[in-house]
T-cell receptor, first 109, second 115 residues
Framework: GQNIDQPTEMTATEGAIVQINCTYQ??????LFWYQQHAGEAPTFLSY??LDGLEEKGRFSSFLSRSKGYSYLLLKELQMKDSASYLC??????????WGAGTKLIIKP | ETGVTQTPRHLVMGMTNKKSLKCEQH?????MYWYKQSAKKPLELMFV???????ENNSVPSRFSPECPNSSHLFLHLHTLQPEDSALYLC??????????????FGEGSWLTVV
């Protein structure tokens, strides 16, 4: 079967750095997405990786290793507004999105 | 503002009621989706429409009935629901229904409670 694993919940301190991991086993691979979802709001697109390596966008970076079936989302200089759930999703060989259950990130002052 | 709007935002309905969820996208996309989001579970894809034609139906019970009158509007008609159907229902759109790098844009969701 197809599976996406990510931690259920993480806690970090304002101003610090946090890394949210995502491992996947899917039938084929056509890219990996990260979304941010604040409580009661729409998931919003953060990043897309299809090649190995690190993609940086301001305070957020996303890394992919296809050989390891592994990605992480790195958040730097954490702010209270970064408290949200972070969803990892992989597009399989049929271009279907397989979703993880999300990681709830709690930022403490 | 994500370009995808859903109404109502909150809905409480009895098991014998009939109601509908509405979604409208202002992004000029050709594909629209209904997802179900339950607490601590992955997003579940329910229906996919491409250019108003249903291209996927993931074994969803018939008490959920989608309708796509044009590429900008999508409805989810609800009837004789069960309490376990209580969840957040997310509408989404994308440029096309498949293909690499096809980013999906979500609406803010409709919270459904079945009593």
């Amino acid at each position: 079967g197809q599976n996406i694993d990510q931690p259920t919940e993480m806690t970090a301190t304002e101003g610090a750095i946090v890394q949210i991991n995502c491992t996947y086993q899917t039938s084929g691979f056509n890219g990996l997405f990260w979304y941010q979802q604040h409580a009661g709001e729409a998931p919003t697109f953060l990043s897309y990786n299809v090649l190995d390596g690190l993609e940086e966008k301001g305070r957020f970076s996303s890394f992919l290793s296809r050989s390891k079936g592994y990605s992480y989302l790195l958040l730097k200089e954490l702010q209270m507004k970064d408290s949200a759930s972070y969803l990892c999703a992989v597009m399989d060989s049929n271009y279907q999105l397989i979703w993880g259950a999300g990681t709830k990130l709690i930022i403490k002052p | 503002e994500t370009g995808v709007t859903q109404t109502p935002r909150h809905l409480v309905m009895g098991m014998t009621n009939k109601k509908s969820l509405k979604c409208e996208q202002h992004l000029g996309h050709n594909a629209m989706y209904w997802y179900k989001q339950s607490a601590k579970k992955p997003l579940e894809l329910m229906f996919v429409y491409s250019l108003e034609e249903r291209v996927e139906n993931n074994s969803v019970p018939s008490r959920f009935s989608p309708e796509c009158p044009n590429s900008s509007h999508l409805f989810l008609h609800l009837h004789t629901l069960q309490p376990e159907d209580s969840a957040l229902y997310l509408c989404a759109s994308s440029q096309r229904a498949g293909g690499g790098g096809n980013t999906i844009y979500f609406g803010e969701g409709s919270w459904l409670t079945v009593v």
